[in-house]
């Protein structure tokens, strides 16, 4: 079992930069690829980033690509998403997620935990 817990969501001025934390509880935090989506109003859930339990192979979405990075931290149990050059339509509530596979994916019906979401709204 895996709990997660978002933090560091809030209101950025558009070009600006927030970071993102997903703190995990459970031991085999390591043994998870991990992700981040978003939803904004009105819209589906969107694939933002993943990256797999070694930390060597990420993969983005078209949307974000060149300005969001996902490092994470086994050691700490935590998952970033550092969020550089914000746009108005990076507006949504984030969410991150952990998948029982060594591999990444882009589906987020194949994630088994999710995240209770934090808020990025970014003002024009």
């Known amino acids: 079992q895996v709990q997660l817990v978002e933090s560091g969501g809030g209101l950025v001025q558009a070009g600006g930069s927030l970071r993102l934390s997903c703190a995990a509880s459970g031991r085999t935090f390591d043994m998870y690829s991990m992700g981040w989506f978003r939803q904004a109003p009105g819209k589906e859930r969107e694939f933002v980033a993943t990256?797999?339990?070694?930390?060597?192979?990420?993969y983005y979405g078209d949307a974000v690509k060149g300005r969001f990075t996902i490092p994470r931290d086994n050691a700490k149990n935590t998952m970033y998403l550092q969020m550089n050059s914000l746009k108005p339509e990076d507006t949504a509530v984030y969410y991150c997620?952990?998948?029982?596979?060594?591999?990444?994916?882009?589906?987020?019906?194949?994630?088994?935990?999710w995240g209770q979401g934090t808020q990025v709204t970014v003002s024009s």
């Open positions: 990256v797999n339990w070694s930390a060597g192979y990420t």
């Open positions: 997620a952990a998948a029982r596979r060594a591999t990444i994916t882009t589906n987020s019906n194949q994630y088994d935990y």
